[in-house]
Structure formats: structure tokens, C-alpha cells
């Protein structure tokens, strides 16, 4: 059981590249989030999935995109990096509705340069 | 949808003293209140959390409270230690709407050999 893994670790992007975020989870936890985390700064949510097939956007979705055809998997998305996205990006999952505990995966550090 | 705002931003505590860190939310459907560490480099990790339909919690040196009517709860180490320092955040999550959790900003707590 890894519980939600998420690739890369690290990666450095140019202006303009786009790249996707990989998160997936073994626990066959329904719901899913995507949230950065700035340098000293909280959590902010951008996308967050309630099942296969049902995304919606967060906080902060501008710029993002996901989708989720599986329950394991939801990718993030960048389709035209810009310095704004450099942050710590964290998936995470629940089971349901009746359990909030999110299990966090171990985040990917993005710089975009 | 919820805000969440918490104080203070820093903290800094001689060993063996308590450090109290407040939130406050605004949406009234919040029913469940995490409280997660980060340590530097590392994921969020659950340190405590308390529902709505309770006013206290305690384990350990670590306890919450919350006061729904006034819409604050608390975090509140006693005997701290070195190994307390670390980044600390309040969430809460609603129920209804948007089911994800909402972070504060975070509070940085430097517990002084």
C-alpha cells in the first residue's frame, strides 16, 4: 500500500513549456485535491475530484487542468508555464464524504524559469 | 465559500512553555477542524483534528478547542520541545459545497532550547 504518490519530485520548466503532474493513489479513495503551497504561505486548492469523471475547480484554477478517468489517478496539468506556477504542488485523497482525513503525497517542486 | 484565517504568523517559545495558535472560519456548515505540522522539505502530516459536535480534544501535550458560536478554534501545546518547531495550519471543511479542506496561512513556531 503506497498511498499517493506523486511524480516528479522535482522539475525546472521554461516560459511558455507544459508539463503534467502525475498523482496516483492504491487506497480507492473517491475524492482527490490538487493544492500549492508557496514559499511561507498555506495551502491553496485548484482542482479537486469527488469520482471518475467529476472534477471541479478550487481556489485557484487559472492556468491548470486535470481530469480523472480513473479512481486512481488525477493528473495536473500546465499548459503554458509562467513564473506565477513556481510553487510545491501536493495531491492528496480522502475516502468519502464521512471520512475527512486527506493522506498527502510528498509533493513535486515546480520552478519555472 | 469558507475562509480561514490564523494568528500569529510566528511564534517563538522558550523549552517547556505552551504555545496557543487561533483560527477563525467563516462558513457555519464547517463541521470538521484538522490541524496539520510541516516540517521543512516534508508533506502536511494530521496532528489533531476535532468535529463540531465537540468543544475539546486532547492528546497528549497536544490539545484543540473549538467554539462554534464564535466561530474560533485553537491549537494549544503544552511542555513544548525542540522537536515542536515546525510549521503548523488549521483547516476546516464543510459538509456541503466545495468538500475540500481550506488551510490557513500557516504559523511558524520556534520552540528555543
Known amino acids: 500500500n503506497a498511498g499517493v504518490t506523486q511524480t516528479p519530485k522535482f522539475r525546472i520548466l521554461k516560459i511558455g513549456q507544459s508539463m503534467t503532474l502525475q498523482c496516483t493513489q492504491d487506497?480507492?479513495?473517491?475524492?482527490m485535491y490538487w493544492y500549492r503551497q508557496d514559499p511561507g504561505m498555506g495551502l491553496k486548492l485548484i482542482y479537486y475530484?469527488?469520482?471518475?469523471?467529476?472534477?471541479d475547480k478550487g481556489e485557484v484554477p487559472n492556468g491548470y487542468n486535470v481530469s480523472r478517468s480513473t479512481t486512481e489517478d488525477f493528473p495536473l496539468r500546465l499548459e503554458l508555464a509562467a513564473p506565477s506556477q513556481t510553487s510545491v504542488y501536493f495531491c492528496?485523497?480522502?475516502?468519502?464524504?464521512?471520512?475527512?482525513?486527506?493522506?498527502f503525497g510528498a509533493g513535486s517542486r515546480l520552478t519555472v524559469l | 465559500g469558507e475562509n480561514v484565517e490564523q494568528h500569529p504568523s510566528t511564534l517563538s517559545v522558550q523549552e517547556g512553555d505552551s504555545a496557543v495558535i487561533k483560527c477563525t472560519y467563516s462558513?457555519?456548515?464547517?463541521?470538521?477542524f484538522p490541524w496539520y505540522k510541516q516540517e521543512l522539505g516534508k508533506r502536511p502530516q494530521l496532528i489533531i483534528d476535532?468535529?463540531?459536535?465537540?468543544g475539546e480534544k486532547k492528546d497528549q501535550r497536544i490539545a484543540v478547542t473549538l467554539n462554534k458560536t464564535a466561530k474560533h478554534f485553537s491549537l494549544h501545546i503544552t511542555e513544548t520541545q525542540p522537536e515542536d518547531s515546525a510549521v503548523y495550519f488549521c483547516?476546516?471543511?464543510?459538509?456541503?459545497?466545495?468538500?475540500?479542506?481550506?488551510f490557513g496561512s500557516g504559523t511558524r513556531l520556534q520552540v528555543q532550547p
Open positions: 483547516a476546516a471543511i464543510p459538509d456541503t459545497g466545495r468538500r475540500a479542506l481550506t
Open positions: 492528496a485523497s480522502r475516502p468519502d464524504i464521512g471520512a475527512n482525513v486527506l493522506t
Open positions: 487506497m480507492n479513495h473517491n475524492y
Open positions: 476535532i468535529r463540531s459536535n465537540v
Open positions: 462558513d457555519s456548515a464547517s463541521n470538521y
Open positions: 475530484s469527488v469520482g471518475a469523471g467529476i472534477t
